[in-house]
T-cell receptor
Framework: DQQVKQNSPSLSVQEGRISILNCDYT??????FLWYKKYPAEGPTFLIS?????DKNEDGRFTVFLNKSAKHLSLHIVPSQPGDSAVYFC??????????????FGEGTQLTVNP | DVKVTQSSRYLVKRTGEKVFLECVQD?????MFWYRQDPGLGLRLIYF???????EKGDIPEGYSVSREKKERFSLILESASTNQTSMYLC??????????????FGEGSWLTVV
């Protein structure tokens, strides 16, 4: 039962353009969402997060959008840079105080930004 | 900065061997996690621990056990290694205060090959 799904295994964009990575979830108890970035042979690093009380969170070139009714979130990177080439994981969790607070990850999307 | 250290980056073990993967965090985090990453499957939770001496099964606990005798250390044990346990193993930790959110911090990863 895949509760967090990233349907695109890979995405290729030109440097300077926008990258849009998508994520869908099925568990209506999820109330916190995160994006992680992972380079080969390294651990994932936290990128940006959003609580279910918001529909947008922005940090520099990175913006996460949350559509609760559609159970969908997306990560926008503008402008994309070659150093952004990595695997991006979407993650979701329930309320911190409950046993559902563990993070559930998607399959990941390999982003390639071409110079 | 949060530091999660995994003692071994690369290991090669024989089928049937007992394998220990060690993880230490230096931020007094209550929660600790073990994930494995496989291509196309994302990050899958093996075990997690809410606090010292507490453990809970994740999504794929079969063939694994864990130990959390001290707050800073969380060990993953493969009782009898098998070739299908060849993977990248990731340890992570998290503070549980609401202000800290639900962000978990990962170590660099341990590449295990079972031959």
């Amino acid at each position: 039962d895949q509760q967090v799904k990233q349907n695109s295994p890979s995405l290729s964009v030109q440097e300077g353009r926008i990258s849009i990575l998508n994520c869908d979830y099925t568990n209506s108890m999820f109330d916190y969402f995160l994006w992680y970035k992972k380079y080969p042979a390294e651990g994932p690093t936290f990128l940006i997060s959003i609580s279910s009380i918001k529909d947008k969170n922005e940090d520099g070139r990175f913006t996460v959008f949350l559509n609760k009714s559609a159970k969908h979130l997306s990560l926008h990177i503008v402008p994309s840079q070659p150093g952004d080439s990595a695997v991006y994981f979407c993650a979701a969790s329930g309320p911190l105080e409950t046993s559902g607070s563990r993070l559930t990850f998607g399959e990941g999307t390999q982003l390639t930004v071409n110079p | 900065d949060v530091k999660v250290t995994q003692s071994s980056r690369y290991l090669v073990k024989r089928t049937g061997e007992k394998v220990f993967l060690e993880c230490v965090q230096d931020m007094d985090h209550e929660n600790m996690f073990w994930y494995r990453q496989d291509p196309g499957l994302g990050l899958r939770l093996i075990y997690f621990s809410y606090d010292v001496k507490m453990k809970e099964k994740g999504d794929i606990p079969e063939g694994y056990s864990v130990s959390r005798e001290k707050k800073e250390r969380f060990s993953l044990i493969l009782e009898s290694a098998s070739t299908n346990q060849t993977s990248m193993y990731l340890c992570a930790s998290r503070r549980t205060t609401r202000r800290s959110g639900n962000t978990i911090y990962f170590g660099e990863g341990s590449w295990l090959t079972v031959v």
